[in-house]
């Protein structure tokens, strides 16, 4: 075991034993400042936390990033609102857009705000559109403070159905909602956190979200290892 990642899930443990010990402050990587320049300023960062959340669900990872975008605004005509979307990665036939949310709101009506936007911002304009060519455009909420369901499960998909008389069949793929609820990943590793744990790249990074951080060199070692190329 890395030496640094010992002296980390060692410290972890002791805290979750004892709580009320002082321990040093952290730095929440949701607040917005903090978040645009961990991600909005890494295309290595912001890929390899979306592609560990798309590999989670099954979904086809992504390639070559584009471009970067943070805290971009998209023009709006919902009572004039202007969808400010925090880091969006526009990558090979995909959009993502990741968002910290620390404040409760209906995840789901932004969620799908955000998407629709998105959806028609990254669309070719023409009147022949060859509809088969829609960018796939999926959301991933990074939720502190507030959970969206009950039991443990803390990754959560939204995907368009068609309910018919025979059951149910997929829809399109091209709006794709996720929920993180980042406070049920600080419950688990407040049970106790192992080295099985910190190995497993979704998990290294919701472990940096949900707990914070003292500095970049705890997240730096935290994620050593962790592909982010």
């Avoid at 004892?18 to 040093?24: E, I, K």
């Avoid at 993502?96 to 304009?125: G, H």
């Avoid at 009950?150 to 149910?168: L, N, V, Y």
Wanted: charged share 30%.
């Amino acid at each position: 075991m890395n030496p640094s990642r010992e002296n980390s899930l060692q410290a972890d443990k002791a805290t979750a034993a004892n709580p009320q010990a002082n321990a040093p402050a952290r730095i929440s990587p949701l607040y917005n400042e903090v978040f645009l320049k961990t991600f909005g300023e890494s295309k290595a960062s912001a890929k390899a936390l979306a592609n560990s959340v798309l590999r989670y669900f099954g979904i086809d990872e992504i390639d070559t990033v584009k471009s970067i975008k943070s805290d971009a605004v998209e023009p709006g005509a919902v009572g004039l609102k202007s969808s400010r979307c925090d880091v969006v990665l526009v990558a090979d036939e995909k959009v993502i857009d990741l968002e910290a949310q620390r404040r409760k709101i209906n995840y789901d009506n932004k969620a799908l705000f955000y998407a629709a936007k998105l959806l028609v911002s990254n669309t070719m304009k023409g009147e022949n559109y060859d509809y088969e060519k829609l960018p796939q455009v999926i959301v991933i909420m990074l939720i502190e403070g507030h959970k969206m369901f009950k039991g443990d499960q803390f990754a959560t998909i939204c995907r368009m159905a068609w309910e018919h008389e025979s059951g149910t069949s997929p829809g399109s793929d091209r709006v794709t909602l996720i929920a993180i609820e980042l406070d049920k990943v600080a419950e688990a590793y407040n049970k106790g956190i192992t080295e099985e744990v910190l190995s497993d790249e979704l998990n290294a990074w919701l472990y940096v979200l949900a707990r914070g951080y003292r500095d970049q060199k705890e997240v730096d070692e935290l994620i050593k290892g962790v592909s982010v190329g």
